[in-house]
């Protein structure tokens, strides 16, 4: 570890990853150390859905700017893209009527009203099911498994050193302390997602940092035909930040929890989303606190298996894998934070890292770096190919 780098990366998932892969456009040295063996962690455990268009603010900033860095990766790096948007199924009037509120404040070329002949086209939904919808044309999907571990190969490939099944000790200024020696780099980017405390707990305390857990399936079934666009129901608009503003939101999201408590209890989010080799991805029964118990409650499985039947119409579903993935929660969106000179500490604390990570990663590295000399942005890097 005796190279001097420009930038030193901590933690080698998508946010981490997005640092890299901005400070390269720069034409910057960069190391990653990350305590794996490779991408493992919530970058690979989600549903690889970029919800561009539910974003508000500036994490729709972050996901504007990401996506253009995902249509540029995908080719780059080589793995699978779909440009397929999300669709949103309205299962009551009320849903409608929020989408049709959404639809007002963004217009109607971010956010295309469906009717139930609609919904069934795009998606298989069982006969009856749905009243409406929505489409979401800017969004995007990866398949999660694929994606943050080919940019990973493609950074490795073009001259980022990658310090795998390294731990970090300790952070300062010009200085990464690990498990195999000394990174010494001008700026250092700590992007460890939840596990902010392990290094510096003064700043996970004074931001509210959670652990949330997040409880989902990899199921096969006798979907009727594929699914064109991983798909979203109301339970997904009551927690999307695009919708919080939108006036019939708050009423929908109480009914919905006086109706079904036993999916508030879970606090399920039903959200499909089918990988490139068919099987179909089911998610989520969350759980935020300052851990997470690593036991799995059988019940939210069959809530969430529940919600699939339903909405679809299925029969028989083979549960084909179970897993949790944990990322960070806090009442802000995004946490940055500088806790000595040229030293960050970065973390997407709303689920939304893989729609947001790339865009943040560029801001940061510009911000860090602004006065580097020849510098190009990723923006415009993404541009130009």
Do not use: K, N
């Amino acid at each position: 570890m005796g190279r001097h780098y420009d930038l030193a990366i901590v933690g080698g998932g998508i946010v981490g990853l997005g640092h890299a892969v901005a400070a390269l456009r720069r034409g910057l040295t960069v190391a990653v150390v990350d305590r794996a063996s490779s991408v493992e962690g919530a970058s690979v455990r989600g549903f690889g859905h970029l919800c561009i268009t539910g974003q508000e603010g500036e994490a729709r900033a972050y996901a504007e700017l990401g996506r253009e860095l995902w249509l540029t990766l995908a080719v780059e790096a080589g793995f699978w893209l779909g440009e397929v948007g999300t669709v949103v199924v309205a299962q009551a009037p009320d849903e409608l009527a929020v989408l049709e509120e959404f639809r007002d404040t963004r217009g109607g070329h971010d956010v295309r009203m469906l009717t139930p002949a609609d919904v069934r086209e795009r998606v298989p939904v069982a006969d009856g099911v749905a009243v409406g919808g929505a489409f979401f044309p800017a969004d995007l999907q990866v398949d999660p498994r694929e994606a943050a571990p080919a940019i990973a190969r493609w950074l490795d490939a073009h001259g980022v050193d990658f310090f795998w099944q390294t731990t970090v000790t300790g952070v300062e200024t010009g200085r990464v302390h690990t498990s195999r020696g000394r990174v010494s780099a001008d700026a250092v980017v700590v992007a460890v997602d939840h596990e902010v405390d392990r290094l510096f707990p003064g700043i996970a305390e004074a931001h509210g940092i959670q652990r949330c857990g997040l409880d989902m399936l990899l199921v096969e079934a006798d979907f009727e035909r594929p699914l064109t666009a991983p798909v979203l129901t109301a339970r997904s608009l009551v927690g999307a930040a695009g919708f919080a503003h939108t006036p019939g939101v708050d009423a929908l999201r109480e009914r919905l929890a006086t109706e079904r408590p036993d999916l508030a209890a879970f606090d399920i989010d039903q959200v499909f989303a089918q990988r490139p080799d068919g099987s179909v991805i089911l998610g989520a029964a969350r759980r935020c606190g300052d851990d997470v118990p690593p036991f799995q409650s059988e019940t939210a499985f069959e809530l969430l298996l529940e919600g699939a039947r339903s909405l679809f119409g299925l029969g028989r579903v083979r549960i084909l894998e179970r897993w949790q993935g944990v990322h960070a929660s806090a009442a802000d969106d995004f946490l940055v934070s500088s806790p000595a000179p040229s030293v960050r500490v970065v973390s997407v604390t709303s689920g939304i890292g893989m729609t947001s990570g790339l865009g943040l990663a560029d801001r940061v590295v510009d911000e860090l770096f602004a006065t580097a000399p020849g510098v190009l942005t990723a923006a415009g890097a993404a541009r130009s190919h």
